[in-house]
């Protein structure tokens, strides 16, 4: 089981609460915010884009909307340590513990996120939807937990899924066949609609903790919970019995309709493709409530925040998984160029020729989005992609350390693949164990990292001066 990270490395006490978040991301310069009435049809998107990864973005009044939008909220790696209360190093560790050691929520009475309650339902008037890529096929919902329960047990499942607005109370979701789904054909089967509850302008930990990889019957709030080293408040709905979280922004709630579809799409997605359009779930809203003067959260499709949200909580699972079967494993990455899902980075100390390999293949069986792993030595920095491709450049040679896997399950949001069918690729980029000493050396200056350049700098000299 993985070990909490020691408290002696925390960086900073967690950040709870949304509102919170953004008070420390304004303390140290990382919030901007943008003149009010920026359009909510792209220019705010185009805006989010601009400062992605910089800065988060805060938009008064869009499109001329009363209610305030926020972007860009987990658009880095450190801040997502820092909303953790771990420094970088104990990202995933902090994870890894907290998945496996889930703390139940604390059910109570009232709630902020329920101190206004609307039952006749306009969504447009309700909240700014924006628009964000050329040719997604209108607003949409995009940094929403989807919170479904159980029908037989109770047990919610939390995740994230893309909702377009089609009717004033109606919007259309994306399901995969994943746990949303399966507790969508158990109300079909029983003949009734899956109770739901839409979670928008929630902290940086709830955000990350449902995109848990996690057993289905598994609450992913009591992830959040382990996160915050707390219980996490929960609120019973209005209309329904899901219960969400008591500090959140704004909650939609509604039903999956059993046998319902409507055309939804396309809509642009984390691989910076569109995802087409075809026939999808539809989500009929019973009732919004919210906040006295809420914070509506969007992701920009395909941006940094969506590509890390997603990546995480895939590199903890991972490198648990591996681990089990492969103690010489370090650290894993999902690469910002690989999409954060489809091309992973294995840091190992190897101790036998062929373990490598084998590494490869038990990455590709942690999940089938995963097209290619390059495995590296514990001397390269998989976090920096110069690094890496140097490691490939100087320790691989195609030969005798490339692996091919074809006609395998890949991402179906792979456009490159025939539906989901695609090749994976490995790549051992690691030294021969029985190499000379000196023919991997790596060159290193004596004394360079502890040169203090202010110490041995002139200011305002110049080169003619000192050849007087």
């Known amino acids: 089981m993985p070990m909490a990270p020691n408290a002696a490395e925390t960086a900073a006490a967690p950040c709870r609460t949304l509102r919170a978040w953004l008070d420390r991301l304004a303390a140290t310069d990382r919030l901007a915010v943008a003149r009010p009435g920026i359009a909510l049809e792209y220019e705010l998107a185009a805006v989010a884009n601009r400062l992605d990864g910089r800065k988060a973005s805060l938009f008064p009044r869009p499109g001329g909307h009363p209610v305030r939008v926020v972007s860009g909220l987990t658009s880095d790696r450190d801040w997502m340590a820092e909303a953790m209360g771990v420094p970088p190093s104990g990202l995933l560790p902090r994870f890894q513990h907290a998945a496996a050691n889930p703390i139940p929520c604390e059910e109570v009475a009232e709630a902020p996120v329920q101190e206004v309650v609307h039952t006749e339902v306009d969504l447009r008037r309700i909240l700014p939807l924006p628009t964000h890529n050329e040719h997604d096929s209108g607003p949409y919902i995009t940094a929403g937990l989807l919170i479904s329960r159980n029908p037989r047990n109770g047990i919610q499942n939390v995740s994230i899924h893309r909702l377009q607005l089609n009717a004033p109370d109606r919007l259309g979701v994306l399901l995969l066949p ?37 057993p289905i019957d598994t609450d992913e709030l009591e992830i959040a919970g382990a996160l915050h080293g ?10 329904n019995g899901v219960r969400v979280p008591a500090e959140a922004e704004i909650v939609i709630e509604g039903r999956v309709l ?7 799409g396309p809509f642009g997605e984390f691989p910076q493709y569109y995802g087409e359009r075809a026939p999808r779930h539809v989500i009929q809203v019973d009732a919004v409530t919210h906040r006295k003067a809420p914070i509506f959260h969007t992701i920009v499709g395909g941006g940094l925040e969506h590509l890390l949200l997603g990546g995480i909580p895939r590199e903890a699972t991972l490198l648990s998984h591996l681990k089990r079967s492969f103690p010489s494993v370090r650290d894993v990455h999902l690469s910002k160029g690989g999409v954060c899902r489809y091309h992973l980075y294995v840091q190992m100390e190897k101790r036998s020729e062929g373990e490598a390999k084998n590494v490869i293949l038990g990455a590709f069986g942690g999940h089938y989005d995963i097209k290619q792993v390059i495995v590296v030595d514990a001397d390269v920095n998989i976090h920096d992609p110069r690094e890496v491709e140097w490691a490939v450049a100087t320790r691989f040679q195609a030969d005798r350390d490339l692996v091919v896997i074809g006609d395998s399950q890949c991402s179906k949001l792979d456009p490159s693949t025939r539906d989901g069918l695609g090749a994976k690729m490995g790549l051992d980029a690691t030294m021969p164990l029985d190499a000379p000493p000196m023919r991997f050396k790596r060159i290193a200056v004596p004394g360079e990292r502890e040169v203090v350049l202010e110490d041995v700098l002139q200011d305002g000299v110049s080169w003619r001066e000192e050849l007087a």
Do not use: K, N
Request: hydrophobic share 45%.
């Open 258 to 264: 059993r046998e319902v579809r409507e055309e939804e």
């Open 178 to 214: 994943r746990h949303t789904m399966s507790y969508l054909q158990m109300a079909e089967e029983a003949g009734t609609d899956l109770e739901v509850a839409v979670v928008v302008g929630v902290d940086p930990m709830s955000l990350l903790a449902s995109q848990a990889i996690a």
């Open 230 to 239: 707390a219980p996490l408040p929960v609120v019973r709905c209005r209309t």
